[in-house]
């Protein structure tokens, strides 16, 4: 198949550091290309890819100094998308809801993913606006707050099975939370169990302009209050590797509905066990008592840490390679894309004009 991945402008694909959406593009693209599709990438220009890229934006929009406004460039982006749309047996955004009116005309052989909370308020009249676009959830909860919409599928994540290698026995004897210093997030949580368990707690997050102020009067004088918690700041993929892997579990204490929860997979791949807060997507991704354990309370994290560290890691690795490959997650998407309804009825003439052959059947 002839597929468009339109990706973000903000962040690389994959990103240096911190970048959910933006990694699971990459993901996606390059397993897909391992797959004998041709597909091309949207994306800046600082982004590696085995795929076609696309340039919109010399670097990722965030490392820019010269940048002020995101939005003008990643119109640019939807212009050239809107030109060569014709190209394309499907295109599959991942920009959240800019595109939706340049997309009308061609709607059927495209499909976004949402990769954010959708229980904003403000969303409810954009999405029954456009009802009749496919839309892709990457979990079964994340669609509990949407009106009616054109669903075509939930699709989980999923890694490079060897992106992220296997720790059977940790170096570490500590607990680790990975993400982003926000309130939802509750880092405040994590310090809070590492404290009552007496244990090392190492912190690596990224602090955005937002949660900047929550990080100066709530964080980080709790970080400077215990001995037992280190901050790390960003890590990269390869550090993150070391991190996870040597950690005896990773706490994910979220507070609100997480939309799925990549920190969770990166645990499971490298055989951490992750004690999880049972919001949003993480009853979907996480099997209880055997990748990790699922608790409501700080308490009940205290007093799951002993039987967290006695998990079999061999079986939480396990659980990721049959959950949560890359592989499947493109198996997923292809099933998605050779059933919209544009790709049969359009995407072949569109090919024969161009003078191509389509091939729309499964590559081996």
């Not at 009308?104 to 999405?127: E, I, M, N, Q, S």
């Amino acid at each position: 198949m002839k597929i468009a991945q339109i990706a973000p402008l903000a962040e690389s694909v994959p990103p240096k550091l911190y970048g959910g959406t933006e990694r699971i593009v990459s993901y996606l693209t390059e397993e897909l290309v391992a797959q004998g599709h041709d597909v091309t990438l949207f994306a800046s220009g600082d982004s590696v890819t085995d795929a076609r890229l696309v340039a919109c934006s010399d670097v990722a929009l965030r490392l820019n100094p010269a940048i002020q406004d995101h939005l003008p460039h990643q119109v640019v982006m939807l212009e050239e998308i809107r030109r060569r749309a014709h190209e394309f047996d499907v295109l599959h955004f991942h920009i959240d809801l800019l595109h939706f009116p340049l997309i009308r005309d061609f709607a059927d052989r495209t499909v976004t993913t949402l990769h954010g909370r959708l229980d904003l308020p403000d969303l409810k009249p954009f999405y029954k606006a456009f009802p009749d676009v496919p839309l892709v959830s990457i979990s079964n909860d994340q669609r509990s707050p949407m009106p009616p919409v054109n669903w075509a599928g939930t699709v989980y994540h999923g890694l490079p099975v060897d992106m992220l290698p296997f720790t059977e026995k940790p170096k570490g004897n500590y607990l680790a939370f990975l993400g982003r210093i926000s309130p939802e997030k509750r880092p405040d949580r994590a310090i809070e169990i590492a404290a009552r368990v007496g244990m090392p707690l190492k912190i690596a997050a990224k602090i955005d302009n937002a949660d900047k102020a929550y990080w100066e009067t709530l964080i980080e004088p709790m970080v400077k209050s215990h001995p037992n918690v280190e901050f790390i700041g960003e890590i990269n993929e390869h550090q993150k590797a070391t991190f996870l892997g040597n950690a005896g579990t990773v706490l994910f204490p979220v507070d609100w509905p997480e939309p799925f929860g990549l920190v969770m997979i990166e645990a499971m791949a490298c055989g951490t066990p992750v004690i999880a807060f049972g919001c949003g997507s993480v009853p979907e991704v996480i099997d209880n008592g055997i990748s990790g354990i699922l608790v409501d309370s700080v308490t009940e994290a205290v007093e799951n840490v002993k039987w967290a560290l006695r998990m079999d890691r061999k079986t939480v690795r396990a659980t990721f390679e049959k959950r949560f490959s890359a592989e499947r997650m493109a198996r997923d998407y292809l099933d998605i894309y050779r059933n919209l309804p544009g790709v049969r009825t359009k995407a072949a003439p569109l090919r024969r004009a161009n003078g191509q052959d389509l091939d729309l059947q499964v590559v081996a």
